[in-house]
């Protein structure tokens, strides 16, 4: 499959002068705050929540806590079929990659890349076929390929020589933990992470980032209310620094914040066993405007728009590369 199509990316600064491009997949966090008449104040808003939290979390050698300032690029990656003549390209992914600069000593070090992550191909298929499947036979398991292709198109993507070029480490995603598991706290704590949780079994999520080659673990930093899950590949704790780690969780938990305040700016604490819920009232809404109704809506515009251009045109190509030659079982609604 290599041969049959190419990656590229384009990079954006994300501040708060960033406007999504026309390919940007809008329903994404930093890409929704950038949009209506509060954009500005929103991005600046969300910005000094990172900053604020990167600091109170890299307290070491700074008094003041206002050392460290987190820089952050979106990187859009996009694909094309060698055998389109007239080159288009498909908006694939989107990842943040984030620096962090000293501001006492001018240095800047790379962070993470990851972070935040957007797929065309992941709006496919949850917002269309997934739903597609319930209502074809009613209690349909989920199939065993679901997330088969989305899996195998990102694992290609981060062994290109294109991701191995730019990037030195494999990407750490980090995402709300699930509101349909419940987790236990465990007596492992990290000195940046904080204290892990275990879940009662793995969620739909979890099964579609493994075929990604990615593994999950769930932690609560220290000032946090709830659990941030961790997908990764390699060893989360030992494969960055502290402010690499520092940086993800002092982005991730304050676009988590903002998106989902039930759980991340709720007024007391996730317990030993903890079930997160939208339906929680004791929170704390930030000075910041999210419209969740207008994601969940565009996530199945996004998905529609992926199988017409991307799924459909290409559907016999995508199956032979997911199945090795052969039709993908059972597939009704697309690759």
Not at 60 to 78: H, K, L, M, T
Not at 315 to 327: I, M, Y
Request: glycine residues 6%; proline residues 5%; aromatic residues 12%.
């Amino acid at each position: 499959m290599a041969d049959e199509f190419t990656f590229s990316t384009t990079t954006t600064r994300f501040d708060e002068d960033y406007a999504p491009s026309s390919t940007s997949r809008i329903t994404t966090n930093f890409a929704n705050l950038a949009r209506g008449e509060q954009r500005q104040q929103n991005l600046r808003r969300a910005l000094a929540m990172i900053d604020r939290r990167f600091n109170d979390l890299a307290d070491w050698d700074n008094p003041r806590q206002d050392r460290y300032e987190v820089e952050a690029d979106i990187v859009s990656v996009e694909l094309a079929f060698t055998a389109d003549a007239a080159g288009r390209r498909f908006p694939l992914f989107e990842v943040l990659d984030l620096h962090v600069l000293d501001r006492w000593t001018g240095q800047r070090r790379h962070g993470t890349v990851g972070n935040n992550f957007s797929s065309y191909v992941r709006d496919y298929d949850f917002s269309v076929r997934l739903p597609a499947l319930a209502a074809g036979s009613a209690g349909a398991a989920v199939p065993d390929d679901f997330g088969d292709l989305h899996g195998k198109l990102f694992t290609e993507f981060l062994d290109s020589a294109l991701y191995r070029e730019r990037f030195g480490q494999p990407p750490v995603i980090c995402i709300s933990v699930s509101t349909s598991r419940t987790y236990h706290r465990t007596a492992n704590r990290h000195p940046v992470l904080g204290v892990e949780y275990t879940q009662d079994a793995p969620s739909l999520t979890d099964a579609y980032f493994a075929k990604m080659g990615l593994a999950v673990r769930c932690f609560m930093p220290r000032g946090a209310v709830a659990p941030l899950a961790f997908y990764h590949r390699g060893d989360l704790l030992n494969d960055y620094t502290d402010l690499q780690l520092i940086s993800t969780v002092a982005t991730m938990e304050a676009f988590q914040k903002i998106y989902r305040p039930e759980i991340y700016n709720a007024n007391s604490a996730a317990g030993s066993t903890y079930r997160p819920s939208l339906e929680h009232e004791d929170f704390s809404r930030p000075q910041v405007h999210y419209d969740r109704d207008e994601r969940s809506r565009l996530a199945i515009t996004q998905g529609r728009y992926t199988e017409e251009h991307f799924m459909t045109p290409h559907r016999d190509l995508l199956q032979r590369w997911v199945t090795g030659g052969a039709p993908l079982a059972g597939q009704t609604a697309g690759v």
